[in-house]
């Protein structure tokens, strides 16, 4: 007698799961829910195929897979029993579904918005002017190309092409000397920091840091085991007398020198000499995050920090995120040279976690000359769309905020007057669709003030501006 569960079973053609599929999940779910118990028989194959109006071969395979399982034991001639020794299974509910507890529903972070490009979101290049069509070409003809060697694992620092470039890059349009195995590239920001962390420190270690300063980076060093020590900025950079009357004794200063992130102000050079005389007094080490310093549109980019090195304590980071798109995630280290091997070796042992055929063509993109020419077009439609912003800013919001000045970048910082809170705004405008974000967010220990930060690269035409900010002007009407 065919037990009850299977007498119900229909079969559906049209499903995507195949017959046999269907067939062995409702056995599969039956002897969870314990409609089959342990030791029970089931119907021959032959038996079972007639009644469902299928192929032999079809309960065949249903079967095969749920004795492989071990849900099922084949006794030959007497016949297919339930195992009476079944493995542990989560309650299933009808049709093959565990029922486990619905996951909690994970918050949008606005400090790092992800998927669809929102209004006054942060750290987001021109996505409409980068030659994808280009870029597609060089790829595709690095794919044409690519040999069995290309499929091997690829060595550990970055392809030698890409590193060979990035110095050469690095030489003409910054001002930095170094050889190409000096040259370093790992999977975003994040790995940088944490690779550089692994390097050259040990547990409890104290890093200096911007406050205000990038959100990510204080976690991230918590992460990793070292103190992250807030240092306060103001118009002329990080204040290095401060940090050495806080912490004198930390190992590592990581700083955002030509372009502040997020106040926008350059390192002061009395303040560049006094971190590099910090750093070799204490035998300490600077990351220089040079992050988004190529979009100066008044003026020449300003030289790194870098560039002024002769003891050979900064390390150079730069990324691809912001010249580039996003999606790539690929940033490179220069390590001084008497850091070189320290940096072979870890390299070795973590991978650069790019992904060749990327790293080739992003070769080939610098080699071919199109990277200097994606920079140079860049930069006078960045002063056109913060222009944009700006205007609509001060017809809109002049009542409420000041636009701060600035030579480079691809975000602003508005000034709130007295009396307006930037968070409640900042929360406000994401709930809206508009990835402004509070000052106040960025500081850590030292007031910051109160203001907002709004990205304008993705704001295509100025109707398209006016439109955000007008967005943005209704909330602001609502404090009255």
């Not at 750290?123 to 794919?143: E, K, N, T």
């Not at 807030?230 to 806080?246: H, I, Y």
């Amino acid at each position: 007698m065919m037990p009850s569960f299977l007498t119900s079973l229909r079969l559906d053609n049209r499903l995507a799961e195949p017959l046999y599929r269907q067939i062995y999940l409702r056995i599969k779910d039956a002897i969870a829910q314990g409609s089959l118990a342990a030791g029970s028989r089931l119907p021959s194959v032959r038996g079972l195929a007639s009644d469902l109006g299928v192929a032999r071969a079809t309960v065949e395979s249903a079967y095969a897979q749920l004795i492989a399982e071990g849900f099922l034991q084949s006794r030959g001639q007497a016949g297919t029993y339930v195992s009476p020794q079944l493995p542990q299974l989560p309650h299933v509910q009808p049709g093959g579904v565990s029922a486990a507890p619905p996951l909690a529903a994970m918050a949008p972070d606005p400090l790092q918005p992800q998927g669809m490009l929102q209004p006054f979101q942060l750290g987001v290049p021109a996505l409409d002017a980068f030659p994808r069509a280009l870029w597609q070409r060089i790829v595709a003809r690095q794919l044409r190309g690519s040999t069995v060697a290309s499929l091997a694992l690829p060595p550990a620092g970055g392809l030698p092409e890409l590193r060979e470039a990035i110095a050469h890059y690095l030489h003409l349009s910054r001002g930095i000397s170094c050889r190409p195995e000096q040259v370093f590239l790992c999977a975003g920001y994040p790995a940088l920091l944490d690779w550089v962390v692994e390097t050259l420190l040990h547990a409890g270690d104290a890093v200096w840091i911007e406050d205000p300063g990038y959100p990510v980076t204080r976690p991230l060093l918590r992460a990793a085991g070292v103190r992250p020590i807030a240092v306060p900025v103001d118009e002329q950079g990080m204040d290095v007398a401060a940090g050495r009357l806080t912490a004198p004794e930390a190992r590592l200063a990581v700083v955002t020198p030509t372009h502040q992130s997020p106040l926008g102000v350059t390192l002061s050079l009395a303040r560049r000499m006094a971190l590099l005389d910090w750093a070799q007094q204490r035998r300490a080490w600077i990351l220089e995050d040079d992050y988004d310093s190529e979009f100066r549109y008044h003026g020449r980019p300003l030289p790194p920090l870098k560039s002024l090195d002769v003891q050979g304590r900064v390390l150079y980071a730069g990324t691809f995120s912001k010249t580039l798109f996003p999606a790539l995630r690929m940033a490179y280290l220069v390590a001084p040279a008497g850091l070189t091997e320290a940096f072979a070796r870890s390299s070795r042992l973590r991978g650069c976690g790019c992904p060749p055929l990327l790293q080739a063509g992003v070769a080939d993109f610098i080699r071919q000359g199109h990277f200097y020419r994606h920079l140079k077009r860049m930069r006078p439609l960045y002063r056109q769309r913060r222009e944009w912003l700006t205007q609509a800013l001060e017809r809109q919001l002049g009542a409420w905020l000041t636009a701060v000045p600035q030579q480079g970048g691809i975000q602003l910082l508005a000034r709130l007057r007295d009396g307006v809170a930037d968070a409640p705004l900042a929360a406000q405008a994401w709930q809206q669709g508009l990835a402004a974000q509070a000052l106040s967010d960025w500081r850590i220990d030292h007031p910051a003030g109160q203001g907002l930060l709004l990205g304008f690269a993705n704001f295509t035409r100025q109707e398209e501006t006016e439109r955000a900010v007008q967005g943005l002007a209704q909330l602001f009407k609502r404090l009255n």
